[in-house]
């Protein structure tokens, strides 16, 4: 079949004798098939743009959070959103559309035989002949199908259809060969209602039927050519923004709107280029592809998005939803204030904006996209500002005070993350000379102390490593004992001092109890950066990124009997921990982050911990003219640590960087080590201390 081929085509499997080739350009070395298999990622193959609430994608059954099994052969169609990596039942799969032959849509059944899929478009044949082509722009998507001949034929819509039953009810109208309307669902985790608005053209006649509540079936003439194409629109405004989008690209073809994603992915992508082991580039790139699709875009070109409590507002930069604030404050946020700063500005001001608008720690029943939660913004704020981004924090500051008297400090592990909050909410308050409300928080958040004696100091207790104990979300004492950031030389006065602290910390990673399924204990692995052992640092984090590792933890509160041993990040469809959701980029970006030598210290301060690099060269474009060039010296796939350091030719002698540093772009160059140097890293170590106590 023509289209077919062209897709193989396309991705080099029909090509003739291999040549001799140009580097990849970082677009061709994405696998969006990583993590789609299981509870692995969560992750799906969809043709989606960055940033963009619309993407287009199979869904099949049996499926996963996103709609989709990488193993299953059943297809029930294609939907237009889904939020990457989510937990709980994900959200999204809104608008069903399917393709049917024959006078019943519900006697065709559609069984894979070949796929292929790049980022921005998908392809899949079926074993009836039925074949799909997606692609996806900012608003703008569009469906290419091939029938055979014939056989009646159609597409079938099911408006109500969304991840794990969230539907609340639709409104639509038929006009042509147009549909439109617009559809409500519940976001993640059941918490919270959006609304999305859509406009639909079929490039063919067709006879519109009705199918039951809320479904359709658009009848192709048997005449007709034999491939149709839907070109539709979303929007979070209104329907006639949606057509209006349909409409100034209603000249576009299929194949002008592929090559423009691809180019829109490839310059993203081509912000952070790495050169080393080929195997490691594909996967970098796959996951760094991941860390570029949520928040979304939800505004209008003129700059018009609807707000949380429903209102309709106008503004001048592009406003931003689908927060994941919990799980990617950690390591997306923080990469994209890096690499991506016009998108980060832009990001920032959208959650600093939630604030006027009634934000909630997870979802209002208005939001513009699904969502997730919001829980740590106070903190992505102030790491903004200090970065040197403009958030006006003035302007929000008595909705700031209202969330932070509202934060939960029930059970030990909301203590320690209450208290992270409380005191970037200080902080915030020193910026704005509130000295008295400052001083107010900063002890607040010093009580952390409190918490931490009465339930993270004993490790003798019978149930430090049991999953849950004592009420943690997720997580074991052991895990949650390290989560204060902002407060290390204070965690190490607790834990009897900067020996005793490591000792600890030595027990943890020897015995296992770390746990890179989740986010509780992210930030464990470069606290020995704060000790006189930041090679250990080193070590653990090029383990972790590439090397074996036992894994006896997971995220559906269970110690697992039987342990998994191997590599966390895999290039394949089973690609993570079983259950270890990407949570929105969490934890692809982490990865990234690692590949880089690069890893946050404390979010709310501008300052990045050093470890070796994944591979020879690293190179962020940090600004429009600005590039940070990271080079390995005596660079082996295998070496991890560093034995020496220069800072634009000057020796660095200290483990780590600020943010202006990097921004400022320059050379970081590294000598790497088969064994470590106990002397470098150790003088001027970096230790956040929270306020002292009055």
């Given at each position: ?20 080739q ?13 993590g ?18 619309l ?17 299953a ?62 692609t ?6 569009l ?5 055979p ?21 639709e409104?639509h109208?038929t ?13 993640t ?20 039927e ?21 070109r ?12 209006a989008?349909?409409q ?34 594909r996967?970098?790139y ?12 939800v ?6 998005y ?66 997730v ?23 929000i ?9 509202r ?6 592990d ?19 000379k ?11 958040a ?5 918490y ?30 390290w ?40 930030g464990?692995?470069?606290l ?24 006896h ?13 191997g590599r ?24 990234v ?12 301060q ?21 590039q940070l ?24 002698h200290?483990?780590?960087l ?37």
């Amino acid at each position: 079949m023509k289209l077919l081929f062209c897709c193989l085509w396309a991705l080099g499997l029909g090509a003739g004798p291999a040549r001799a080739q140009a580097p990849a350009d970082p677009v061709d070395q994405v696998n969006v098939f990583l993590g789609t298999s299981g509870d692995h990622g969560q992750l799906s193959p969809a043709a989606s743009y960055p940033f963009s609430l619309l993407s287009l994608g199979p869904q099949t059954y049996p499926n996963t959070h996103t709609g989709y099994e990488h193993l299953a052969r059943t297809f029930l169609g294609f939907t237009h959103t889904r939020f990457e990596g989510a937990g709980c039942q994900g959200a999204g799969g809104n608008l069903l559309v399917k393709p049917f032959v024959g006078a019943d849509p519900q006697q065709t059944v559609l069984l894979k035989k070949t796929e292929q899929a790049a980022p921005g478009y998908y392809a899949v044949a079926f074993a009836n002949g039925i074949a799909a082509e997606l692609t996806v722009a900012q608003r703008l998507g569009l469906h290419r199908y091939h029938f055979p001949a014939g056989a009646p034929r159609g597409l079938f819509f099911d408006l109500s259809h969304s991840f794990a039953n969230g539907f609340k009810q639709e409104e639509h109208a038929t006009q042509g060969a147009a549909l439109s309307g617009w559809l409500e669902a519940g976001t993640t985790c059941g918490a919270g209602t959006y609304r999305l608005y859509y406009y639909l053209e079929i490039d063919q006649p067709v006879q519109w039927e009705a199918a039951g509540a809320h479904r359709l079936v658009a009848r192709l003439p048997a005449a007709g050519a034999p491939d149709a194409e839907v070109r539709v629109a979303f929007s979070a405004v209104g329907v006639a923004d949606a057509r209006a989008t349909v409409q100034a690209r209603a000249r576009a073809s299929f194949g002008a709107v592929r090559a423009a994603s691809r180019q829109a992915w490839n310059a993203l992508l081509a912000r952070v280029r790495v050169q080393g082991p080929p195997d490691r580039e594909r996967l970098f790139y796959s996951l760094l592809y991941r860390t570029l699709q949520s928040p979304y875009e939800v505004s209008e070109p003129d700059g018009r998005y609807r707000a949380p409590d429903g209102s309709l507002q106008t503004a001048r930069h592009p406003v931003y939803n689908g927060w994941a604030v919990w799980d990617n404050y950690h390591t997306q946020l923080p990469l994209l204030s890096l690499a991506y700063p016009v998108e980060f500005q832009n990001i920032a001001t959208s959650l600093a904006n939630l604030y006027r608008y009634g934000k909630k720690n997870f979802a209002t029943q208005h939001e513009p996209s699904p969502t997730v939660r919001t829980e740590h913004a106070v903190v992505v704020l102030l790491d903004a500002y200090r970065k040197g981004y403009a958030v006006d924090l003035g302007g929000i500051r008595d909705s700031l005070v209202g969330e932070a008297n509202r934060l939960d400090y029930s059970h030990p592990d909301k203590a320690l993350e209450s208290s992270y909050d409380a005191w970037a909410l200080a902080e915030i308050l020193g910026i704005l000379k509130d000295k008295k409300q400052s001083a107010f928080y900063r002890h607040k958040a010093l009580e952390y102390k409190t918490y931490w004696r009465k339930d993270f100091a004993d490790l003798t207790r019978p149930d430090v490593d049991r999953l849950p104990a004592r009420g943690l979300y997720q997580g074991t004492i052991w895990q949650y004992r390290w989560n204060v950031p902002f407060d290390v030389r204070g965690l190490q006065a607790l834990a009897g001092g900067e020996e005793a602290f490591r000792r600890q910390l030595d027990e943890f990673f020897a015995g296992d109890y770390y746990n890179h399924a989740n986010e509780t204990d992210l930030g464990a692995p470069v606290l020995y950066n704060a000790t006189r052992e930041p090679w250990k640092a080193q070590q653990l984090v090029h383990r972790l990124a590439a090397d074996t590792v036992v894994q006896h933890y997971f995220n559906d509160n269970s110690r697992g009997i039987d342990p998994y041993v191997g590599r966390i990040y895999q290039n394949q469809p089973q690609a993570y921990l079983r259950t270890m959701d990407d949570d929105a980029g969490a934890m692809s970006a982490w990865y990234v982050l690692a590949a880089c030598g690069l890893m946050p210290a404390c979010v709310g301060q501008p300052v990045y911990y050093l470890s070796l690099p994944l591979f020879e060269t690293v190179a962020v474009q940090v600004g429009p003219r600005k590039q940070l060039a990271v080079e390995v010296k005596n660079f082996a796939p295998a070496r991890c640590y560093i034995r020496a350091a220069w800072l634009n030719g000057r020796p660095l002698h200290r483990n780590w960087l600020t943010h202006q540093e990097l921004a400022a772009g320059g050379t970081l160059r590294l000598e790497a080590a088969d064994a470590p140097n106990p002397a470098w890293g150790s003088e001027q170590p970096w230790v956040s201390a929270g306020p002292p106590a009055d």
